[in-house]
């Protein structure tokens, strides 16, 4: 039986400068099989759960399942933060300090494993650049965040109309789509089958059902599909997918990176609502993205929506107000994707081992790190080993499941209505409208 078509390849920098890939490497799965461990997606929680788990029992037959190749999702097409940001509700002292340590355990797998990726840990500048951002990002002030003043702040990037500032340095601009596949090419050396180009129809216990033909029967079976949980009938409520959007510069010149900034390639945001997010890249763009496309009804996932004219040309003229040093500089490269939300914002991992199923995921945007964190700590789970990960708070979480259909569409689409007229308000009142923030806190919990 023929495997299913693959969808195109992005025209995304990432995919353009991380090179070309070979649809034949990895062929894929087109009979019945059986393994030990079948992960079901070959993102970053895959990959990186495939990763630890071979290095934790390398007696164990190990397969990946991937629609189509390994990062084609969020972990191939996002901002490229490392962070030991949290996705909303997941705040605990031992979450916090174990994301911190993550960020510095992603750059020692990547050196291990020999994967050049990118990375360069210059922390996190996030600016307010309205009397409205600084008390929102002042309350975020911790021990692991400062408050920086305007001349500080504008040391990091020196943006438009700068109040201040938080800075952290607990994140790594890295390039996604080079980490994603160093890890596929790694997890292949400790001897898992990576299967590309094999779509799978449903996941029960003890067997995944390809949607080409063919069963494989598996004693344990993680699900790692983020965005796409929700294409499976089992799990269609449990995230939903929000598509963020990218754009990214022609390599800019040293003499402008003086007046930009961002020496030590620190990635940076801002106190707006609608949430946006940058990188200085490796080889001298600015890559910056941002929310703001519509959430599509049914949950749907389409490789059509992963552009939309409106959004990124908002999202360039947002990045030419905030950098007005780039001028007329070239927009090389537009795309996007879907990432996954849970009802409560809360990414978590489980384990069930009468089921011999597993999950990780819900990460909000905030995956490339978690993913990581989501890995050691099902390998941990998977072989029953007692560790401080598999007692972190997010082990075992249920977010409650979204509202069916058209609750889902309507509320959804009005959060991020809502949030955009939020930032309208304070652009052009110069202060915060606390009835709009009452109003979207509605749709956020």
Same mark, same amino acid.
């Given at each position: ?11 995304? =920098? ?32 895959? /990959?990186?759960?495939?990763?630890y788990l071979a290095d934790s029992d390398p007696s164990l037959r190990i397969a990946v399942l991937e629609a ?11 901002? %490229? ?61 911790? &021990? ?11 040391? #990091? ?17 890295? #390039? ?6 160093? /890890? &596929? ?24 059902? /390809?949607?080409?033909? %063919? ?21 269609? !409520? ?26 030590? !390639?620190?990635?940076? &945001?801002? %106190? ?6 940058? @990188?200085?890249?490796?080889?001298? !763009? ?30 360039? @003229?947002v990045l030419r107000g905030l950098l007005p040093q780039i001028g007329t500089a070239r927009i090389t490269h537009?795309?996007? %994707? +879907? ?19 597993? !999950?990780?995921g819900g990460y909000v945007g905030d995956g490339v790190s978690t993913t990581n964190l989501a890995g050691r ?14 007692? =972190? +708070? ?12 058209? /609750? ?31 109003? =979207? ?5």
């Amino acid at each position: 039986m023929s495997s299913p078509e693959r969808s195109p390849l992005l025209p995304s =920098l990432w995919n353009d400068t991380a090179g070309p890939l070979d649809p034949s490497a990895r062929p894929p799965l087109t009979a019945d099989a059986n393994y030990d461990v079948t992960i079901v997606g070959g993102g970053m929680t895959g /990959l990186w759960t495939a990763r630890y788990l071979a290095d934790s029992d390398p007696s164990l037959r190990i397969a990946v399942l991937e629609a189509e190749h390994c990062g084609f999702g969020a972990s191939g097409r996002n901002g %490229g933060w490392c962070s030991a940001l949290l996705p909303e509700g997941n705040e605990s002292p031992a979450m916090a300090a174990a994301m911190r340590d993550t960020v510095d355990e992603v750059a020692r797998a990547s050196a291990a494993d020999d994967i050049s990726c990118d990375y360069a840990k210059g922390g996190t500048i996030t600016l307010a650049t309205n009397p409205a951002h600084v008390s929102r990002l002042r309350a975020h002030v911790g &021990a692991h965040h400062e408050w920086l003043d305007a001349s500080a702040a504008r040391a #990091h990037l020196a943006a438009a109309g700068v109040l201040g500032g938080v800075f952290t340095p607990d994140c790594a601009a890295i #390039h996604p789509a080079k980490l994603s596949r160093g /890890l &596929a090419d790694a997890v292949e050396a400790r001897g898992v089958r990576i299967h590309e180009g094999t779509r799978v129809a449903s996941i029960e216990a003890g067997r995944v059902t /390809l949607a080409g033909g %063919g069963v494989v029967r598996s004693e344990r079976i993680v699900r790692a599909t983020e965005a796409w949980t929700a294409t499976l009938a089992a799990s269609r !409520r449990d995230v939903i997918p929000i598509y963020s959007l990218m754009i990214a510069t022609d390599p800019l010149p040293d003499s402008l990176w003086e007046e930009i900034g961002l020496a030590d !390639r620190q990635t940076f &945001a801002d %106190g707006r609502t609608l949430i946006i997010y940058g @990188q200085r890249t490796a080889d001298a !763009r600015i890559a910056f993205g941002g929310r703001g496309a519509p959430y599509h009804f049914g949950s749907r996932i389409d490789s059509r929506f992963d552009a939309d004219a409106g959004v990124f040309d908002e999202l360039e @003229q947002v990045l030419r107000g905030l950098l007005p040093q780039i001028g007329t500089a070239r927009i090389t490269h537009r795309w996007g %994707g +879907p990432l996954a939300v849970p009802r409560d914002f809360t990414a978590s991992v489980a384990f069930d081992p009468a089921t011999g199923l597993a !999950r990780a995921g819900g990460y909000v945007g905030d995956g490339v790190s978690t993913t990581n964190l989501a890995g050691r700590t099902l390998a941990d789970l998977l072989t029953g080993a007692d560790t401080a990960l598999t007692k =972190l +708070p997010w082990v075992d979480h249920r977010s409650r499941r979204w509202e069916p259909e058209p /609750l889902r569409w309507a509320g959804v689409n009005a959060g991020r209505f809502l949030a955009a007229s939020n930032d309208r308000f304070e652009a052009r009142h110069q202060r915060e409208s606390t009835a709009r923030r009452r109003a =979207l806190g509605l749709f956020m919990g």
